[in-house]
Antibody, heavy 122, light 112 residues
Framework: EVQLLESGGGLVQPGGSLRLSCAASGFTFSSYAMNWVRQAPGKGLEWVSTISGSGSHTYNADSVKGRFTISRDNSKNTLYLQMNSLRADDTAVYYC???????????????WGQGTLVTVSS | DIVMTQSPLSLPVTPGEPASISCRSSQSLLHSNGHNYLDWYLQKPGQSPQLLIYLGSNRASGVPDRFSGSGSGTDFTLKISRVEAEDVGVYYCRQVRQDPPTFGPGTKVNIK
């Protein structure tokens, strides 16, 4: 059974940093691209970052470029999101999600974690 | 960026009746390979989103056959042949044809 468990969320001041983790199990982690998608309170979904299975290719939304870094450790079956220079509008539930290879796109995802809440506030 | 729009944004439904959601993109999602790079997701209350439809019309594993996706280019439709109470939630379309992938604003489906 596929499981994705996010952790690392919490309250952080504007300008601060946070690292999110996503522990994966139930599938061959290194074979799949992974995504971070966020949802601000009461709002819709917003794609944040994607990383290929090997980790050699990464893609980021313009809103987080230069501030967030997606990475993975395939030996630990874990996905990360390093978030720096956090702003109030980064406040959201952050979901990690597994790529669905049947679509031919890294961005289509078929399993989502339960999410971790990041609150940026002074 | 490709802008996605959905209508209606709110949809009261009656169990047993059909329902339909429209999704439009500001640019064509049709690739030269013949596929439309359009997904549908459902986020049930208090839950994470789940994949319903990929490539415009393909049901994801485990999705009931009362759900169907259709359309091509810039106009797409998600249909529920007979709504059940468990189908309430917010439905999102999402284009994955071009970077960055973008979601529609969501359609909230609730029982009348």
């Amino acid at each position: 059974e596929v499981q994705l468990l996010e952790s690392g969320g919490g309250l952080v001041q504007p300008g601060g940093s946070l690292r999110l983790s996503c522990a994966a199990s139930g599938f061959t982690f290194s074979s799949y691209a992974m995504n971070w998608v966020r949802q601000a309170p009461g709002k819709g979904l917003e794609w944040v970052s994607t990383i290929s299975g090997s980790g050699s290719h990464t893609y980021n939304a313009d809103s987080v470029k230069g501030r967030f870094t997606i990475s993975r450790d395939n030996s630990k079956n874990t996905l990360y999101l390093q978030m720096n220079s956090l702003r109030a509008d980064d406040t959201a539930v952050y979901y990690c999600a597994k790529d669905f290879p049947g679509s031919g796109s890294y961005y289509t995802v078929d399993f989502w974690g339960q999410g971790t809440l990041v609150t940026v506030s002074s | 960026d490709i802008v996605m729009t959905q209508s209606p944004l709110s949809l009261p439904v009656t169990p047993g009746e059909p329902a339909s959601i429209s999704c439009r993109s500001s640019q064509s999602l049709l690739h030269s390979n013949g596929h439309n790079y359009l997904d549908w997701y459902l986020q049930k209350p208090g839950q994470s989103p789940q994949l319903l439809i990929y490539l415009g019309s393909n049901r994801a594993s485990g999705v009931p056959d009362r759900f169907s996706g259709s359309g091509s280019g810039t106009d797409f439709t998600l249909k529920i042949s007979r709504v059940e109470a468990e189908d309430v939630g917010v439905y999102y379309c999402r284009q994955v044809r071009q970077d960055p992938p973008t979601f529609g604003p969501g359609t909230k489906v609730n029982i009348k």
